[in-house]
């Protein structure tokens, strides 16, 4: 039977008879603890992270301290795991910096370096809209090269079928570690530092 959903999951976890079930503070696990004695003490923990339907771990200690100590630090490892997962993403959603008139640069590429530009022609608190421009560059070495924004500045939109300019394009823009970044088709881009770029076509 696949458990595709939350409630299937749910309903078919294992649950040690008689168990005692414990959950985390703030919803991230749940952990059935159990005492046994069958010739000899056994205190069991079987744990399960959110809604999975597979156990963490299931384990049989020899004192109920060292159970006890065991999902302690399962619940405090969880909730240092959610708290940079909540760093992470406020710094992701914090404003950018950039305005209309910076330049973009993204390098892309596995067998060869390619940059492209783009101006920003709009922004608000965490996307930007761009239009690739056109570059200059000249040869340095062997199909290689360094790239830079052509000046003046030219767009140079993508054409639809009927021959128009294409709209802008609309990216997310976000600050983290003191920089700006745009998410990209490919990777992500920077503000334009305004030296040359190297670029290479040797692929």
């Not at 069958?38 to 159970?67: D, H, I, V």
């Not at 761009?130 to 040869?139: F, N, T, V, Y």
């Not at 340095?140 to 294409?166: Q, V």
Request: aromatic residues 12%; charged residues 30%; contains cysteine.
């Amino acid at each position: 039977m696949r458990l595709d959903t939350v409630e299937k999951r749910l309903a078919f976890r294992f649950k040690p008879p008689n168990a005692q079930e414990i959950k985390h503070p703030e919803g991230l696990a749940t952990v059935y603890v159990s005492d046994a004695s069958n010739g000899k003490p056994s205190f069991t923990a079987l744990a399960y992270m959110g809604t999975a339907g597979r156990s963490s771990f299931y384990e049989n200690y020899r004192t109920p301290e060292a159970r006890d100590k065991r999902v302690a630090d399962f619940f405090a490892g969880l909730t240092s795991w959610n708290e940079r997962k909540a760093t992470r993403k406020a710094e992701r959603s914090k404003p950018h910096g950039l305005k209309v008139g910076d330049i973009i640069s993204n390098s892309w590429g596995y067998d060869q370096t390619n940059i492209d530009f783009y101006v920003v022609v709009k922004a608000s608190d965490n996307y930007v809209w761009l239009h690739p421009i056109a570059q200059d560059g000249r040869e340095t070495g062997f199909m290689c090269g360094d790239t830079w924004p052509a000046e003046p500045i030219r767009t140079c939109p993508k054409k639809l079928e009927d021959g128009t300019d294409a709209e802008p394009e609309k990216h997310k823009a976000n600050h983290c570690n003191g920089s700006d970044y745009v998410s990209m088709r490919h990777g992500s881009g920077h503000k334009w530092d305004g030296k040359p770029e190297h670029n290479s076509w040797y692929a």
